[in-house]
């Protein structure tokens, strides 16, 4: 929501600011001082009288049909509005109807029961409401101050020619299968990890105990990784075009009163542009959260709470993929449509509180420049 | 306008064969899914108006929609139990396809020799009970062959799978204390270890990770050249799983007369011990008679002509005296 409503601000400055600065303003309708109209303009005159009729005739050969489809249109518009909650009321209500069962059986502890044994029938999502968060944690931890730099480097210092390649590329990343990812994570990624970044990371921040413990090359570190190469598109090609339509004035203006670069970036870009930017971090959570198919390759799939980020993990969205194929039993599949249930809650509490965090930086207003 | 004639002439009769095809269904195991989908396809050549198709969709999936009648026959690599079937609205036979076993691979630097597996080790390093190469019951077991110190990485599988199936129910045999702890499963919670999704998962971080064992089809690692090591049998052999060595693993085991036998650890001498059937799940009383005697049909085709194919792909043809057995069996039980 933020987002676009903080472009259009944006925008809708944007245009005030060109028509009265731009010193190249261009008015067609303007009477040369000889005031013999010149043969463009004329043209253009009589085109703009023509479509003028025109309308004029329509309006009033049919003026009653004239509003049944518009009021058709606003009915169908609605119903698309009101399918985005059908659609998630049913997905809700199918979740919690088809986990009923587990639910019934392990009750709320279910949510934070550790052992997930499926021969046993002994189920908890603990562990891979962990899995999930860490993994996405960690990547938007390496993934923001990534994307938002590709972004201020493409909008701000880039060379014109530079600027369309390095966006390509980025979005060239967002069109990978997310299965590339998974083997160039098992067959690239984790052995690097384990001989080189594992071995440093334990050696210099080891006391800390989340860099400890055997070093697979695969596990959460891998995980958090391969999830933040994949969400540095979606931030970066967001913020990038936030970024482009932050009003050219704002940047002149904080460089005329004696800015650095460094601040005119600080205070007249990224602070008027901060809405959408965590729009877009939204938008590349949700992609984390939801990851599957890289995440299993190289999490390790091990239904464990761990402090050290080598050691393996496991998602929900993993889980579920992995095992629901095979699961036999009732209650082994009421419980996987649980996790499911679960992924739903998390997602939708982890959006809210993100919603309230951009509530509590704007203080309730829109994404306004006040710099 | 003879010649476009002709043309609707043709797509009519085109229409007429399409709609004379009888088309039959079904769902299930996706390890003999290559086999299966060989054999449907040569059976559509022998004979042009049927054609089946399988959608490999896993064992559990294969169970409960041939259970719920929604396909015409179902295909599982564990057999079902009895609670499955007491809940079965249908009456199913389990007709044995072809043999498949599970081999141990392993990654240890420094070793390029075939390491030999007693049971009792592959249940404590499975356990987290032996942790390095170095352990003094591997060397025991391989006195020509150095060990490194080296920690070991067990590697399983992390999708729900038939193989990890046949993996722990040798475990279960062999040792009381894995049955207890784990016991057996398509997916089970394991002690140690990490998970690796499908056999290429699995190889493929056994290839990267120094020091790991873990445990792939024995297909897989023959097509994908993966060295494996041979696991001591119950008449106490060294046995390397091959064709012939799981094949007479099911020689080796009395056949019961529902067919849902779990044959490792099977006694016979030369018999690879981590070896099982796939099956077919055909309905006994099918409420559509001519697919009943389609299906029956091919079940004969595929005990004498298809078990001939099997060795092409792979897989590991029935016993001569049990296809003697499904065969009496086909012909009593599918009405």
Redesign the interface.
Known sequence: MSLPRAVTHLSRMSGTVNEMNSPDHFEPNQKPATAIPTLAQTATRRTQRAAATALQRIRQSHPPSSRIPDAAFSVLILFTAISVFAIVVFVAWQLYDKSRLSLHQFGLAFFYGR??????GDFGAMPFIYGTLVSSFLALLIAVPLSVGVAVYITEMCPIRLRAIISFLVELLAAIPSVIYG?WG??VL??LL?EYVEPFLAKTLGWTGFFSG?M????MLAAGIILSIMVIPIIASITREVLTAVPQSQREAVLALGATRWEMIRMGVLRNARIGIVGGIILGLGRALGETMAV??VI????EVSRSLFA?GYTMA?VI????????GDLYLSALVQIGLALFLVTLIVNALARLLVWSITGGTAGRARA | MIRSLRVILCIFLLTCCALAQTQLNGAGATFPYPMYSKWFNEYHNLHPDIQINYQSIGSGGGIRQVTAGTVDFGATDGPMTDEQIAQSKVKLLHVPTVLGSVVPAYNIPGVSQEVKFTPDILARIFMGKISNWSDPAIAKANPDIKFPNQAITVVHRSDGSGTTYVWTDYLSKISPEWQGTTGKGTSVKWPVGVGGKGNEGVAGMIRQLPGSIGYVELIYAVQNKIPYGSVKNSSGQFIKASLESTTEAAAGVKMPADFRVSITNSPGKTAYPIASFTWLLIPTNPTDKNKGKILKDFLFWMLDQGQAMTEALSYAPLPKEVVVKVKAAVTQQIH
């Open positions: 052992d997930w044994d499926p021969v046993n083997l098992i067959f984790a052995p384990r055997p697979y090359g695969i596990g299993t390759m390790g799939n091990r239904p393996p993993s993929a992995n095992e629901f194929t095979e699961a036999t």
